[in-house]
C-alpha cells in the first residue's frame, strides 16, 4: 500500500491561493492520485484525480511531477466555506478496492 | 448529480443490540464500501464488496461485523452485538470499478452512538 505524507495542518486568508503537497514515495504505476475534502460530520467529498502532469476542473488544479512520488492541490482563492480537512489518496487493488486515508490536513481559512 | 445515501442518519443503541446501517449505491456502481470515523480521528477503510462477496476486509472488520447485498439497490452493514467503541459515524461508498482511478463516492454517513 503506497503510504502518503501530508502536513497536519495549515491556515490561509481567504482569496489566498492554497498549496497542500502530499508526498507518496512508493506509489505503484499503475496507482491514480484523489484527493478529497471532508467538512465535520460529512462523508469525504471527491475534489479531483489525476495520473500525471496536471489535471483542472472548476474547483481545483492537481499538479504530479514526472516522478509522481509527490502532488500538489491547489486552491485558488480560498473561502471561509473552505475549511475543511483535504485527503490525498493513492488508490490500490488486490482484487477489491482498499483505499486507506492518511490523517489529512486541516485547512483553515480565516476572514 | 447522482449520490449514495445512507439511513439513519443517527442511531442510538444499547451496548450488545444489533444494529443495521443501510445504505443505496450509486445506481450503476458495482463496488461498494464501508468505512467509519471514530470522532476526532481519521476515516478507516472496513470493508469492500464486489460480486455479492466481500473483496477486502480490515482488521477491524472482525466476526461481528457482516454485509449483505439483500436485493438490487441495497447495501447494509450489521454490527451483531454492539460495543461502546463501536461508536463513530459509519460511511457507506461506492465507486463504478474497483480499480486505482475509479473515483470513491461516500454518502453522508450514519451516526452510531452505543451506550
Known amino acids: 500500500l503506497a503510504k502518503t505524507t501530508q502536513p497536519i495542518s495549515m491556515d490561509s486568508y481567504e482569496g489566498q491561493e492554497v498549496n497542500i503537497t502530499c508526498s507518496h514515495n512508493?506509489?505503484?504505476?499503475?496507482?491514480?492520485i484523489t484527493w478529497y475534502q471532508q467538512f465535520p460530520s460529512q462523508g469525504p467529498r471527491f475534489i479531483i484525480q489525476?495520473?500525471?502532469t496536471k489535471v483542472t476542473n472548476e474547483v481545483a488544479s492537481l499538479f504530479i511531477p514526472a516522478d509522481r512520488k509527490s502532488s500538489t492541490l491547489s486552491l485558488p482563492r480560498v473561502s471561509l466555506s473552505d475549511t475543511a480537512v483535504y485527503y490525498c489518496l493513492v488508490g490500490v487493488s488486490t482484487g477489491g478496492f482498499k483505499t486507506i486515508f492518511g490523517a489529512g490536513t486541516r485547512l483553515f481559512v480565516k476572514a | 448529480e447522482p449520490e449514495v445515501t445512507q439511513t439513519p442518519s443517527h442511531q442510538v443503541t444499547q451496548m450488545g443490540q444489533e444494529v443495521i446501517l443501510r445504505c443505496v449505491p450509486i445506481?450503476?456502481?458495482?463496488?461498494f464500501y464501508w468505512y467509519r470515523q471514530i470522532l476526532g480521528q481519521k476515516v478507516e477503510f472496513l470493508v469492500s464488496f464486489y460480486n455479492n462477496e466481500i473483496s477486502e476486509k480490515s482488521e477491524i472488520f472482525d466476526d461481528q461485523f457482516s454485509v449483505e447485498r439483500p436485493d438490487g439497490s441495497n447495501f447494509t452493514l450489521k454490527i451483531r452485538s454492539t460495543k461502546l467503541e463501536d461508536s463513530a459515524m459509519y460511511f457507506c461508498?461506492?465507486?463504478?470499478?474497483?480499480?486505482?482511478?475509479?473515483?470513491?463516492?461516500f454518502g453522508e454517513g450514519s451516526w452510531l452512538t452505543v451506550v
Open positions: 512508493n506509489i505503484a504505476t499503475n496507482d491514480y
Open positions: 445506481s450503476n456502481h458495482l463496488y
Open positions: 461508498a461506492s465507486s463504478a470499478g474497483g480499480i486505482s482511478g475509479n473515483t470513491i463516492y
Open positions: 489525476g495520473y500525471k
